[in-house]
């Protein structure tokens, strides 16, 4: 059996930055994530830009992806992928971690950081879209280039499929968007700029039908929800953004008093502390009083549950790290970093 002090579940931004930064610590470290990549919910946006994320505005999602795994590497943790921990059990002195193969790891320590759940994309289950084979189906945008002067219908209307949307709209040669309800939900922003925008937009009308040819779908047949009239639409592309099927499984199953906030959410602090003494969570899982649901947010939340874990080890510890510039793993690294800037 080998013994961790701290295991972190999740392999988004909180947890990336919660193994970065508990090897910061002198931690023997393992990050747990069920997807076959690190990097969490921001899959969804590889290609999205974002800007509010401190001092690195702007880059897209899988630029910050890349950085955040190399930081979070930084210290050799051991790294589990394509395992999904169902179950947590507390004995007298360490947590076992039970996946869905029914294998089992230790640790003194644990820190959640599974964001919302595990996400699944809601797939378009309609007549001539249930084939696996389908190739021009795309729940995420993996890369804007793909689309470039090809007729794209978007279907959805919160924050994703409107930023979708905005993003296609200068590379492909077409894009429309049919949302069942009146009214989109995504950001003010971002609605703004579509619906003034030269986005085809069908408000209040859903597709019921897609036409193949072959492996790939030609046109959709989208449905007025009111009137039930129907328009075909010829695609080269459909893009779907239905929301996720949330598997907070993790939560339901695990035998521990742990204290939630709803459905999906564990009820904590600001220091990242739970209703289980010595299991912590950062990120979106954790719910409290000031809660910054960003991903700026995240990095702090997994600060504070990394010095918990720390002083739960070990009372003695500093209850804070040292600067990182203070860390004698960075010495020789900071020198590689000077020369480079200076040849």
């Not at 295991?7 to 910061?24: K, M, N, Q, R, V």
């Not at 504070?304 to 209850?319: G, H, I």
Request: proline content about 3%; glycine content about 8%; some cysteine.
């Amino acid at each position: 059996m080998e013994l961790f002090d701290v295991t972190i579940i999740g392999g988004g931004p909180a947890g990336l930055y919660s193994t970065f930064y508990s090897g910061l610590r002198h931690m023997k470290t393992k990050i747990i994530d069920a997807e076959d990549k690190l990097g969490g919910k921001l899959h969804v946006y590889p290609e999205k830009i974002i800007w509010d994320v401190g001092g690195l505005a702007p880059l897209t999602g899988q630029a910050l992806i890349e950085q955040l795994t190399t930081q979070a590497l930084t210290f050799k943790p051991t790294v589990i992928l394509n395992e999904q921990v169902v179950s947590i059990e507390k004995t007298e002195d360490y947590f076992v971690l039970t996946n869905k193969a029914g294998e089992k790891h230790y640790s003194q320590t644990i820190i959640v950081a599974v964001g919302g759940g595990i996400l699944k994309p809601k797939t378009l289950e309609i007549v001539g879209a249930e084939r696996l084979d389908v190739e021009n189906i795309h729940y995420t945008l993996t890369s804007l280039s793909y689309f470039k002067g090809r007729t794209v219908m978007i279907s959805g209307g919160g924050n994703a499929a409107v930023d979708w949307a905005n993003l296609l709209e200068p590379i492909a040669k077409k894009v429309m968007l049919t949302y069942r309800k009146s009214a989109l939900k995504g950001h003010e922003q971002p609605v703004k700029q579509l619906l003034n925008s030269s986005v085809c937009y069908y408000p209040e009308t859903e597709i019921t039908r897609c036409v193949a040819d072959g492996n790939r779908i030609t046109a959709v047949e989208l449905t007025d929800c009111q009137t039930e009239k129907t328009i075909l639409k010829e695609v080269d592309d459909v893009v779907i953004n239905h929301g996720y099927e949330k598997d907070a499984s993790l939560i339901e199953e695990t035998d521990l008093s742990l204290e939630r906030e709803g459905e999906f959410f564990l009820k904590g602090n600001s220091l990242g502390e739970t209703s289980v003494p010595g299991l912590f969570a950062a990120g979106d899982i954790i719910s409290y009083e000031g809660k910054v649901n960003l991903i700026l947010g995240c990095f702090q939340d997994a600060v504070n549950a990394v010095n918990q874990a720390k002083t739960y080890l070990n009372p003695e510890a500093n209850a804070r790290a040292m600067v990182s510039s203070h860390h004698t793993a960075f010495s020789d690294k900071n020198k590689e970093i000077r020369k480079q800037l200076t040849d």
